[in-house]
């Protein structure tokens, strides 16, 4: 059976392999499979996902707008917090507006970018969205969070996971990379790049004293694990009986080879995240002057189906402009590191054909 491309513009950030894992090991608690459900339908009705090339953009400034569910699943819900407005003492509302603040600021900042589209596109989220709702996504459109169940997930108002999901808009809009296979784990590891970034920026914490973590603080109490993914060292984030290990290898020889996760895009997002962080470690500093900077501008011509071979590439070449001849040995050290070659005309050879349907769908 020919490959299907899949587009999909619908990132939740637990990913479905960890949420049914939960489901197999705490069966009495039913908000981990009505996730699973309410994502399959949110996706499957997500208009971005009949059009993949659908574009909501703006000509503002990204004026933040922040609704209120209140655990119901009509969005965006009831107004809460606008672009100018005080704090509300509500939470998850004002966190959700800080945290986007930092995103527009970081973006504009740092690469000179207006909002999600380069337009000025309002930044949209709403909070409280359903009961018991274990995730957080961006649709194409806007950010929705759910508050999360109380025994394994505290909250998903978290600033790299706010940084994380709006990252894919920023992606969909630049090069509209398609999510399956290679292409799709870098999708999700440029999120977690300006992710981590965002929260790096905001809180003027130099490279070297990031934790790499991404989802820092979203368990609850008790639970081993500091995060959904630790970009530094794959595999190593959650080992918790009720959660099972973190999978996530961080070299190529290691690489899943699935058509599950859409091509295992969760799983070996962790490769490319290894290479950066180590890569940002050994340059020093602070992770905005040069390191993402050059995914930036890797991104802007890595194409809609790039490999890992590829957009290694990419960055070798961003960084032959705005590096130096140290800047770019210790980048090809952090690839190879993590066992991947750079290649313009690499091709991803690794992931099984998906047939018609994906884990996620």
């Not at 299907?4 to 894992?21: A, D, Q, S």
């Not at 004002?94 to 973006?107: I, L, S």
């Not at 790499?212 to 995060?227: A, H, K």
């Not at 060292?233 to 959650?238: K, R, V």
Request: hydrophobic share 35%.
């Amino acid at each position: 059976m020919s490959k299907i491309i899949l587009v999909r513009n619908m990132h939740g950030f637990i990913p479905t392999y960890l949420l049914t894992e939960l489901v197999a090991r705490n069966p009495e608690l039913y908000a981990f499979a009505d996730t699973i459900a309410e994502t399959a339908k949110l996706y499957a009705t997500s208009p971005i996902r009949t059009n993949p090339h659908l574009r909501f953009v703006g000509a503002g400034k990204g004026d933040i707008e922040i609704y209120d569910c209140e655990a119901s699943t009509r969005r965006p819900g009831k107004k809460a917090r606008f672009e100018g407005e005080q704090a509300t003492g509500n939470a998850d509302v004002d966190n959700a507006y800080d945290f986007t603040r930092w995103v527009r600021e970081y973006f504009l900042n740092v690469h000179g970018r207006n909002s999600i589209d380069g337009s000025g596109m309002k930044l949209i989220s709403s909070v409280n969205y359903g009961r018991g709702y274990n995730n957080a996504y961006w649709d194409g459109r806007q950010m929705t969070y759910g508050k999360g169940d109380g025994s394994i997930f505290s909250s998903f108002v978290i600033a790299d996971v706010c940084g994380h999901e709006i990252a894919h808009g920023v992606t969909q809009h630049m090069a509209n990379i398609e999510y399956y296979g290679q292409s799709g784990a870098l999708n999700e590891h440029i999120s977690d790049v300006f992710g981590e970034a965002i929260e790096m920026y905001a809180k003027a914490i130099p490279t070297a004293k990031a934790d790499w973590v991404i989802g820092n603080g979203i368990f609850m109490p008790g639970i081993n694990g500091t995060g959904i993914r630790n970009m530094l060292n794959p595999g190593t984030a959650y080992n918790d009986k009720k959660l099972g290990k973190d999978p996530q290898p961080g070299h190529m020889k290691d690489y899943v080879k699935t058509s599950g996760d859409n091509g295992g895009v969760h799983y070996n997002s962790g490769i490319p995240n290894r290479a950066f962080a180590l890569f940002a470690i050994d340059l020093g500093g602070n992770v905005w002057d040069k390191a993402t900077k050059i995914w930036y501008a890797a991104l802007a011509n890595a194409g809609n189906r790039p490999s890992f071979a590829s957009f290694s590439h990419q960055t070798i070449e961003a960084c032959k402009v705005l590096g130096t001849a140290d800047d770019l040995a210790k980048l090809r050290s952090a690839w190879d590191r993590v066992g991947v070659i750079p290649n313009a005309k690499g091709i991803d050879d690794l992931t099984p054909d998906v047939g018609d349907r994906s884990e996620e769908e």
